[in-house]
T-cell receptor
Framework: DAKTTQPTSMDCAEGRAANLPCNHS???????VYWYRQIHSQGPQYIIH???NNETNEMASLIITEDRKSSTLILPHATLRDTAVYYC?????????????FGTGTRLTIIP | DSGVTQTPKHLITATGQRVTLRCSPR?????VYWYQQSLDQGLQFLIQ???????AKGNILERFSAQQFPDLHSELNLSSLELGDSALYFC?????????????FGAGTRLSVL
């Protein structure tokens, strides 16, 4: 997978927007950016993915820079239940092996 | 609820034993993946099956094996267990393969080897 770099940890006040950055400077033209999160030893949960346009769903928004070398996951109104480790993943376009490579992610703590 | 079911939730066993972990994918998903999460290694890909056939292998030990059955459920067999095999084992499933591949994870099986 393309190498991704994320901050180790972040705090955010409850009710505020949480902005989680990710650098993926080696991303190729047809590779998607995926975000997953893991809440305390539960199974990882898919959040959102994108290619080049900004994306929004019921959970979050994904902003991808024009050069596609970085992205930001936005949780618009963070709640205590959003405390989790967030993973930014850019799987290689490799038909025949669709594994996800999880790095260390960003540990997001929502502060009451 | 992701729709992926893993059983059992917890498993406690002794060194040298053999266990089987079971995964039922989401309805319609043809791909099943197994991941291991231990404290010192993070989430590691073990193996992928697609429609009954092995599709990709990660750093899966020779003592571990898996299969996917005609009804698409999958089993991960761990044998000659060692203390270091204690970990969370997650199964994921996806409907697609290739470029756009969203994986949905089960709640995991926590294996404790004593």
């Amino acid at each position: 997978d393309a190498k991704t770099t994320q901050p180790t940890s972040m705090d955010c006040a409850e009710g505020r927007a949480a902005n989680l950055p990710c650098n993926h400077s080696t991303i190729s033209g047809n590779e998607y950016v995926y975000w997953y999160r893991q809440i305390h030893s539960q199974g990882p949960q898919y959040i959102i993915h994108g290619l080049k346009n900004n994306e929004t769903n019921e959970m979050a928004s994904l902003i991808i820079t024009e050069d596609r070398k970085s992205s930001t996951l936005i949780l618009p109104h963070a709640t205590l239940r959003d405390t989790a480790v967030y993973y930014c993943i850019v799987p290689r376009t490799n038909f025949g092996n669709e594994k996800l490579t999880f790095g260390t992610g960003t540990r997001l703590t929502i502060i009451p | 609820d992701s729709g992926v079911t893993q059983t059992p939730k917890h498993l406690i066993t002794a060194t040298g034993q053999r266990v089987t972990l079971r995964c039922s994918p989401r309805s319609g998903d043809l791909s099943v993946y197994w991941y291991q999460q231990s404290l010192d290694q993070g989430l590691q890909f073990l193996i992928q099956y697609y429609n009954g056939e092995e599709r990709a292998k990660g750093n899966i030990l020779e003592r571990f094996s898996a299969q996917q059955f005609p009804d698409l459920h999958s089993e991960l067999n761990l044998s000659s267990l060692e203390l270091g095999d204690s970990a969370l084992y997650f199964c994921a499933s996806s409907v697609n393969v290739g470029v756009k591949n969203i994986q949905y994870f089960g709640a995991g099986t926590r294996l404790s080897v004593l």
